[in-house]
């Protein structure tokens, strides 16, 4: 064997796996002027919508990015832009002319020509649209009747979910509730004519609650398909519908989120992982659901399983994100600046995360982890660990199990208040570096469903 | 002669004083007070002060409904059944009748429930989808009779119950498994098709309402009803005649929504928003009760109301999330509950004093020992409170 042509074909190897983990990075689109509204990506190019400025005051845009393009264009500037949607070549839109409310238009936009037509006038605070074939699906809300009422819905804003192919003759799909004089939920999508929706009930309280329902225009009441407790958010994609949940493992449940899977056509609801940042954002993109915080980008495995993370994002919370042909759609800051950025999900996306994640493994320590449950999530035998602290100011706890794959089975989790940002563990030094072998200074556990701690190894005593 | 003092002791009185002098920093007591109450400075920046809690000789406990869990909301849901496996959606208001059964509105479900005195509940009204906003509205056999968003209750003195049906602008009346329509006609809808309601004295079928949302039975089997979108305390006879007792929009009414009856025939009414108490005296004549600090970290958003046999005023506020008491001529007191004085403190626990917590009770009646009944709304479940003699 000519060791030159070995030479040779190491050096290509190099330089391919360098130009794949190059082109693997999280690359600017565009700068923002702040976080976007809306992201839709699709084959015309990238639209946004960029909320009007507080100060000074001024209009919202619905931007457009085509395909090559260095530099957005503004399709549309209006008193607000509410919502987009793409479909059959025709960009839809939701605004808003001015603060009356009733100022709401819907504007279909033929991306070929450029030509625009006013689809609908007087609508009232349109808030979400979605576009399943011919067929549009929106929102509008109602003002209070009554301010101060809560026990009432009916006096409180009420929302409808409308669809029709012409927005001059709506049909009424369902009503919802609010707090707010708009919509506070988010149309997922329609299925075989009938339309996927969240809604939020009572956020005043203590997180309130998420309703997923469906529902169609043949005058039958929507059907409730889960109700979850909190904020929650949901993806729907062909016959799976993907929603997150309070968490099941933390000792405070609305402090994370879980994953859950409905397989629509059997009415059959699994759970997928736990111990997800709450305040994310769900999607699926080539079949694979994912989760972005304002942290990481995580994959959810597709069955009982930690969930797995891809990159270090670093997206704007909360987190508005789009998917297209193997690419996320996000916004982040960086140095005072807002950008949108383009994340590849392929090979190279994740040979590209794999050495950040390889150097952040090098920096932790490593503790002992007594496996005191066998909870839903399995527990970790090993558990490396770093002081990071999360979006919401707590620190987040990252874990390694060993296996055939340890780089792809991470674990988070986020014991309240036992970890603070100096690497203390329930009030135990950590480890600046990998710990010599002997006996561990901590241990960590989910000692039962609902509760997590950490305990002294030595003495068995909580160290809370 | 200058005294000549030690080194060790100048050094220990420096240490001492400086430790005072932190020790007072560390505690806040240097901090000054900032314009909207928060502490400022001090290393510690001040303790927080302590919450406001219920009567140490109150009892809540949870009589239909999720067990307590003060770590999340309790779930709402639709099922009949013993105590702790019933679930409720939104129940917003209670009655009592005289052999203690407990009648709820479940507001979501748009269906009336009771509660036995172990417990166990059943729907005695109400048909329809679960979860939706959108009721109906129809008469008949209870069981297939249909509401939208019933939110006000009084047991008749006849074992009739009166329903305040505030998405359909109407009074109903269940008696003897049927449910009819006392007063309220259709109204012209809004700009999302929902019925507006209206205002209109008069026969039954021709009488209209604004999102009525309160009531108390009077004894000649009339009943009073606080018509909110009206801002009026109205009067329906037992026939359906209606009739406006009182405006109560110039006395300062913004959402009247729960009316209660004194024994010496004055009439309260409550109005979360204006976070007021209205006395309507038997001639029309409307004022605001007296003594009431609505600054007070308790009062926030008064929303149920019930009135004793002894003038004693009892309050459920969705605001401050907890019960209060109003003895005749006195100021409020906090019954049962917890209440940062800070922020809003919600919760789901049963006990006394610091162990009582609820999330926006709404509804709140007396039974027959004088025990308190509690529609806790964002608990989706029914309290009773037990208030120990002499307290």
Redesign the interface.
């Given at each position: 064997m000519n060791s030159r042509a070995v030479l040779c074909a190491l050096a290509c190897l190099v330089v391919v796996a360098g130009a794949v983990f190059v082109r693997g990075r999280a690359a600017p689109v565009s700068s923002l002027s702040e976080s976007p509204r809306q992201i839709v990506a699709g084959p015309h190019g990238l639209f946004w919508i960029e909320p009007p400025p507080s100060e000074p005051p001024g209009p919202a845009r619905l931007q457009y990015l085509p395909p090559g393009a260095k530099k957005p264009t503004c399709l549309l500037q209006a008193h607000d832009v509410r919502s987009i949607a793409v479909g059959d070549g025709t960009l839809y839109v939701l605004a808003e002319t001015g603060p009356q409310e009733d100022a709401g238009v819907m504007v279909a936009v033929d991306l070929s020509s450029g030509e625009r037509r006013f689809s609908a006038a007087g609508l009232y605070r349109p808030q979400s649209l979605e576009v399943d074939g011919g067929t549009l699906y929106w929102t509008e809300s109602r003002s209070a009747r009554a301010e101060g009422i809560v026990h009432v819905p009916i006096i409180k804003p009420v929302n409808a979910i409308r669809a029709g192919a012409q927005p001059s003759e709506p049909t009424l799909i369902g009503l919802t509730e609010g707090s707010e004089p708009h919509f506070t939920g988010a149309l997922l999508g329609a299925r075989e004519g009938k339309l996927y929706w969240t809604e939020r009930l009572g956020w005043e309280y203590v997180g309130g609650a998420t309703l997923i329902k469906r529902g169609g225009g043949d005058g039958s009441d929507p059907e409730l398909l889960a109700r979850t407790n909190g904020h929650n958010v949901a993806a729907l994609e062909g016959d799976a519908l993907y929603f997150t949940a309070y968490s099941r493992e933390l000792a405070s449940p609305s402090a994370g989120r879980l994953v859950n899977r409905m397989d629509l056509s059997a009415s059959h609801t699994e759970m997928l992982t736990d111990w997800l940042d709450t305040n994310g954002a769900l999607l699926v993109a080539r079949g694979t659901p994912l989760y972005v915080d304002a942290s990481y980008l995580w994959r959810i495995p597709s069955r009982l399983d930690p969930p797995i993370p891809v990159k270090r994002l670093g997206a704007m919370s909360p987190p508005v994100v789009a998917a297209y042909r193997g690419n996320l759609y996000t916004s982040r800051r960086m140095d005072e600046r807002v950008e949108l950025v383009r994340v590849p999900l392929g090979l190279r996306g994740y040979l590209n995360a794999a050495l950040p994640l390889g150097r952040l493994r090098a920096k932790v320590g490593q503790i002992s982890l007594t496996p005191l449950s066998a909870g839903i999530v399995p527990m970790p035998e090993r558990l490396s660990w770093a002081g990071e602290p999360g979006s919401s100011g707590a620190t987040t706890v990252l874990a390694r199990r060993p296996g055939p794959r340890p780089s792809s089975v991470w674990q988070r989790a986020r014991p309240r208040g036992d970890v603070d940002p100096a690497g203390r563990i329930g009030g135990l030094e950590s480890p600046p570096h990998r710990r010599p072998p002997g006996p561990p200074r901590a241990t960590y556990g989910c000692a039962a469903r609902e509760t997590m701690h950490l305990a002294s190894a030595a003495g068995g005593g909580e160290a809370r | 002669m200058k005294k000549q003092v030690s080194p060790v002791v100048a050094v220990l009185a420096v240490v001492l004083a400086f430790g005072a002098v932190m020790g007072v920093y560390w505690k806040g007591l240097l901090g000054d007070k900032g314009g909207d109450g928060e502490p400022m400075g001090g290393g510690g920046g001040g303790m927080p002060p302590p919450p406001l809690v219920g009567m140490p000789t109150v009892t809540v406990t949870t009589l239909s409904g999720p067990a307590p869990n003060s770590?999340?909301?309790a779930?709402?849901?639709l099922q009949d059944g013993p105590a702790r496996e019933a679930r409720f959606d939104?129940p917003?208001a209670v009655a009592v009748d005289a052999a203690g059964v407990v009648y709820v509105t479940d507001?979501?479900s748009h269906r009336i429930r009771a509660i036995s005195p172990d417990g166990a509940v059943r729907t005695v009204a109400g048909s329809?989808?679960?979860?939706?906003?959108?009721?109906g509205l129809s008469d008949g056999p209870a069981a297939t009779a249909r509401f939208?968003?019933p939110?006000g209750l009084a047991a008749g003195a006849d074992g009739s119950l009166l329903i305040v049906d505030?998405?359909n602008h109407r009074v109903r009346r269940l008696s003897a498994d049927t449910v009819t329509t006392v007063a309220g006609s259709n109204t012209a809808p809004?700009?999302?098709?929902?019925p507006d309601g209206g205002f209109a004295d008069g026969p039954g079928a021709a009488a209209q309402f604004r999102?009525p949302?309160g009531t108390c039975a009077l004894p000649d089997g009339s009943c009073l009803i606080a018509d909110?979108?009206n801002r009026r305390l109205r009067k329906v006879a037992p026939d359906g005649t209606t009739s406006t007792v009182a405006d109560l929009a110039p006395a300062g009414a913004?959402?009247p929504?729960g009316v209660a009856r004194y024994p010496d025939g004055r009439v309260l009414v409550v109005d979360?928003?204006a976070?007021a108490l209205f006395v309507v005296t038997a001639d029309g004549a409307v004022s605001q009760l007296s003594g009431i600090d609505t600054g007070a970290p308790i009062w926030s958003?008064p929303?149920g109301l019930a009135i004793g046999a002894d003038s004693t005023v009892y309050v459920a506020d969705?605001?401050s999330h907890c019960i209060m008491r109003i003895p005749p001529g006195g100021p409020p007191q906090l019954l049962a509950g917890v209440v940062d004085v800070q922020y809003p403190s919600?919760?789901?626990s049963d006990g006394t004093g610091s162990a009582s917590q609820f999330?926006?009770p709404?509804?709140i009646a007396i039974g027959p020992q004088g025990e308190l009944y509690v529609?806790d709304?964002?608990n989706n479940c029914v309290r009773k409170i037990v208030i120990a003699p002499g307290t």
């Open positions: - | 770590l999340t909301e779930e709402g849901g939104g917003s507001g979501r329809g989808p679960v979860g939706s906003v959108l009721g939208w968003g939110s505030t998405g809004d700009r999302l098709g929902l999102y949302t909110t979108g913004q959402s929504c979360p928003a976070e958003q929303t969705t605001g919600p919760g789901f999330t926006a709404s509804g529609a709304f964002g």
